[in-house]
């Protein structure tokens, strides 16, 4: 008998005091226990003894009950079984919402732990934390230390205009020709536009050639217009902030040359229409450009030539001469596409709401050189309608 009791004793957890008398153990386990006798004799199987609690199993062993650890993972009332006996809240990391486990208990989100959680928008910044670098991830501009948030990510700041929404309109942000980093700042892809961040940094916009409608045309002259009426588009530009000139495309025609010489576009008489108070001097040049892509503003536009105060004397509404330069020639039995923008001084008196538009009423007064700084072109033109070719708004428009 003592023998027997020795050897229980040692594979079994259970002392023996007094004479002969046997005292059941506790039954508790430490992390490197196994599964332990409760005393209780003459089981046959684990059902045969009593439940041992949460997270231990009931197990019979040489006719004696005990109990051993419950699989990690089962469920339990603080959430799940830890392998060595105990009801944890956790874990792993992901077993709670903050992302974080810490022995057992799931830790509060915090600023500094190393997660994405708690509100933040990338891991220990945004949200309730401090602003996120350029590149970390963003809901909105207080998320980022630089105020910007582009596509989901931190961006370097840029200019006020970059900070605002895309006109509704049109899809632009800031003017063409402004200095940017990436094309998010000139514009958002709207219908036939594209803004883009050109190679020179500076905005431009690519407006698809399949958008382009046809106005005018159509007819037997020496020389023949066409009007493109959806590029340019509406436009707007906003106050100085130390770029030099508001520019923006307001016509797009193009010239066929049906003679046997190559022609020079010399002189452009065009009108300016106003609306919203605006005034003539606000325009402080006018640019035509030879459009060598077929876009409204592709890269490699040239200019043609600029006139400056177009609409007050001398000029008086005539732009030119442009004969002297090269990118002004329609070759023969060619077309050839132009541009012509108005352009705004950054000295110039800023009134929200002003708009322009310019107009070419007709093909009087216009005038071709044959060859380079040749005569004036004395033949036929034709193809623009009555009520001429009118241009695209350009509006006044705060950031």
């Known amino acids: 008998m003592t023998d027997t009791a ?51 199993t009931a197990t019979c062993e040489a006719g004696l009950c ?9 469920a339990c009332g603080l959430g799940q079984c830890d392998g060595l006996g105990q009801c944890v809240e956790c874990l792993i990391d992901a077993d709670c919402a903050s992302q974080v486990c810490q022995a057992g208990v799931c830790a509060p989100a915090g600023c500094g732990d190393g997660k994405k959680n708690g509100g933040e928008s990338d891991v220990d910044c945004g949200g309730p934390c401090g602003g996120c670098d350029v590149g970390e991830g963003c809901g909105a501009p207080a998320d980022c230390l630089s105020g910007v948030c582009t596509g989901g990510k931190c961006a370097a700041p840029g200019p006020a205009c970059a900070q605002g929404p895309a006109d509704v309109a049109t899809g632009q942000r800031c003017p063409l020709f402004m200095a940017c980093t990436q094309s998010v700042e000139c514009g958002d892809f709207l219908g036939c536009q594209q803004w883009f961040c050109n190679n020179t940094k500076t905005c431009e916009l690519n407006a698809k050639v399949d958008c382009w409608t046809d106005k005018g045309g159509g007819c037997n002259a020496e020389v023949v217009f066409t009007q493109h009426t959806l590029p340019p588009v509406a436009k707007r530009f906003v106050p100085p902030d130390n770029v030099n000139f508001r520019e923006l495309a307001s016509l797009a025609f193009t010239v066929k040359n049906n003679t ?78 132009f541009i012509v923008n108005v352009a705004f001084a ?11 538009r310019l107009v070419m009423a007709g093909t009087a007064g216009v005038e071709f050189k044959v060859g380079f700084n040749g005569p004036v072109f004395g033949g036929s033109m034709c193809g623009v309608p009555n009520g001429g070719f009118v241009g695209a708004w350009v509006t006044a428009q705060k950031p």
């Open 346 to 356: 950054k000295d110039n008196t800023f009134i929200a709401g002003r708009s322009y």
């Open 6 to 56: 020795e050897a229980t004793s040692t594979s079994g957890d259970v002392s023996t005091s007094g004479a002969g008398t046997d005292e059941a153990s506790t039954g508790m386990l430490s992390a490197s226990s196994g599964a332990g006798s409760t005393g209780e004799p003459g089981c046959k199987a684990a059902k045969d003894c009593p439940a041992p609690g949460e997270c231990l």
């Open 260 to 337: 046997g010489s190559d022609l020079y576009l010399d002189k452009l008489p065009l009108q300016l229409e106003l609306m919203g108070g605006g005034s003539k001097f606000d325009v402080s040049s006018v640019k035509i450009f030879d459009n060598s892509g077929g876009t409204e503003h592709g890269p490699g536009d040239l200019l043609v030539c600029l006139t400056a105060d177009p609409f007050s004397f001398p000029a008086n509404g005539v732009m030119g001469p442009c004969g002297g330069s090269a990118f002004s020639k329609v070759l023969k039995g060619q077309s050839n596409q």
């Open 66 to 74: 005990g109990q051993a650890p419950a699989p990690m993972g089962m």
